[in-house]
């Protein structure tokens, strides 16, 4: 059983760049949920797909976008980078999209703008 | 809405001490409450859940949280702690209504072990 992966594992971008980040799921797995965690910080909420469908956003701007494809994996964008998207972005797969189906994470991306 | 407070950035215990970590929740309805770890460089690992029932539940690697309600607290223990605990700890907080991947996190404590 394959975990869930993320690409790239680092990358570092220029303010006002866009960026785009990968996730595949674990096998069997149709929801996918994104993460920011500055340094310092727990995670926090950015958004969540469901087949393929945005099932729920956190409170971060519409720069953030997403996508989840036929196979359930997902791309996170963010355009016009800032400074303070300098963060740690993790994805999480799981069986559902209920509470009672547990969080699968990846080891994260460490995107820092500069 | 929902959030979490960890009051503890940052416990450092012997190897061989017991632990406990501190997590207080503030949601209005019946909270479903998580603990996480995670390592350097790595995502985070689900240690225990609560969601019903029984209010001391048991997790991985030895480790076991109290729910109390009273106290809004979903404290985390273990009896002796291991040298590979050392780590980041998150409690988490959802509801039935959103679903896990909807977490609220708390920001964490890192925990020190001396050998």
């Known amino acids: 059983e394959t975990g869930v992966t993320q690409s790239p594992t680092h990358l570092i971008k220029t303010r006002g760049q866009q960026v785009t980040l990968r996730c595949s799921s674990q096998?069997?797995?149709?929801?996918v949920s994104w993460y920011q965690q500055a340094l310092g910080q727990g995670p926090q909420f950015i958004f969540q797909?469901?087949?393929?469908?945005?099932?729920g956003r956190g409170n971060f701007p519409p720069r953030f976008s997403g996508l989840q494809f036929p196979n359930y994996s997902s791309e996170l964008n963010v355009n016009a980078l800032e400074l303070d998207d300098s963060a740690l972005y993790l994805c999480?797969?799981?069986?559902?999209?209920?509470?009672?189906?547990?969080?699968?994470f990846g080891n994260g991306t460490r995107l820092t703008v500069t | 809405a929902q959030s979490v407070t960890q009051p503890d950035i940052h416990i450092t215990v012997s190897e061989g001490a017991s632990l406990e970590l501190r997590c207080n929740y503030s949601?209005?309805?019946?909270?479903?409450l998580f603990w996480y770890v995670q390592s350097p460089g790595q995502g985070l690992q689900l240690l225990l859940k609560?969601?019903?029932?029984?209010?001391l539940v048991q997790g991985i690697k030895g480790f076991e949280a109290e729910f109390k309600r009273s106290q809004s607290s979903f404290n985390l223990r273990k009896p002796s702690v291991h040298w590979s605990d050392a780590a980041e700890y998150f409690c988490?907080?959802?509801?039935?209504?959103?679903?896990?991947?909807?977490?609220?996190f708390g920001d964490g404590t890192t925990l020190t072990v001396k050998p």
């Open positions: 988490a907080v959802a509801s039935y209504n959103t679903n896990a991947g909807k977490s609220t």
């Open positions: 999480a797969s799981s069986l559902e999209a209920r509470v009672d189906s547990p969080l699968h």
């Open positions: 096998s069997g797995h149709n929801t």
């Open positions: 949601y209005g309805a019946t909270p479903y």
């Open positions: 609560y969601f019903s029932g029984d209010t």
């Open positions: 797909y469901y087949r393929e469908e945005e099932n």
